[in-house]
């Protein structure tokens, strides 16, 4: 069973441009979690979507940023104009139906963005 | 005050030694408790989810949450050099599928 798939796993973006990150979560998972980690930092929340619903954005920068999940193909973020405070390592999890115990959710390898 | 707090150390220790690593929190909404591993330049990797209070164990590795004090813990014995890496400590509300909160991370180096 494929694990979370994330790509590409290195984008270099000037500033300015889109950038365009996707994941494809684990078989039979329908939850999708987008996380930010920047240089000496945790990882942050961003986003969790269902497929077709975004379920809980509370962690997105009001600008710039958005999240999808489509019905078919893989979850992408979108950063709009990005700057160079963007760059960060991006990571996406996902977790089986919700509502049960222990739905932990499990990571793609992320992917690094560089804005120059 | 941060919702979770993990020391970002980092912390070097020799081979065979026990480690404990340690987070403190502040939401009593948090219910579920994981301890993730972070290669270098790697997405982080499930070790131990523990639900409520208690202790959990598998293999060397043993996590204790203490719900009183706001309090968890991950202990590894034996260290070997590969379990040099980040340890990240993350929690999330009752639901289960819920955003997780991270710790910092610590760096942890196992010599030889």
């Known amino acids: 069973n494929a694990g979370v798939m994330q790509n590409p796993r290195h984008l270099v973006r000037r500033r300015g441009q889109e950038a365009r990150l996707r994941c494809s979560p684990m078989?039979?998972?329908?939850?999708v979690y987008w996380y930010r980690q920047l240089p000496e930092e945790g990882l942050k929340f961003m986003v969790y979507?269902?497929?077709?619903?975004?379920?809980?954005e509370s962690g997105m920068p009001k600008e710039r940023f958005s999240a999808e999940f489509p019905k078919e193909g893989p979850s992408i973020l979108r950063i709009q104009q990005v700057v160079r405070g963007d760059s960060a390592a991006y990571f996406c999890?996902?977790?089986?139906?919700?509502?049960?115990?222990?739905?932990?959710?499990?990571f793609g390898p992320g992917t690094r963005l560089t804005v120059l | 005050q941060k919702e979770v707090e993990q020391d970002p150390g980092p912390l070097s220790v020799p081979e065979g030694a026990i480690v404990s690593l340690n987070c403190t929190y502040s939401?009593?909404?948090?219910?579920?408790f994981m301890w993730y591993r972070q290669y270098s330049r790697k997405g982080p990797e499930l070790l131990m989810y523990t639900y409520s209070s208690g202790n959990k164990e598998d293999g060397r590795f043993t996590a204790q949450v203490d719900k009183s004090s706001k309090y968890i813990s991950l202990f590894i014995r034996d260290s070997q050099p590969s379990d040099s890496a980040t340890y990240l400590c993350a929690m999330s509300g009752a639901g289960g599928s819920e955003k997780l909160v991270f710790g910092k991370g610590m760096k942890l180096t196992v010599n030889p």
């Open positions: 078989k039979g998972h329908s939850h």
């Open positions: 979507l269902q497929k077709e619903n975004i379920i809980d």
């Open positions: 999890a996902s977790s089986p139906w919700g509502g049960r115990i222990a739905d932990t959710q499990y």
């Open positions: 939401n009593s909404a948090f219910q579920y």
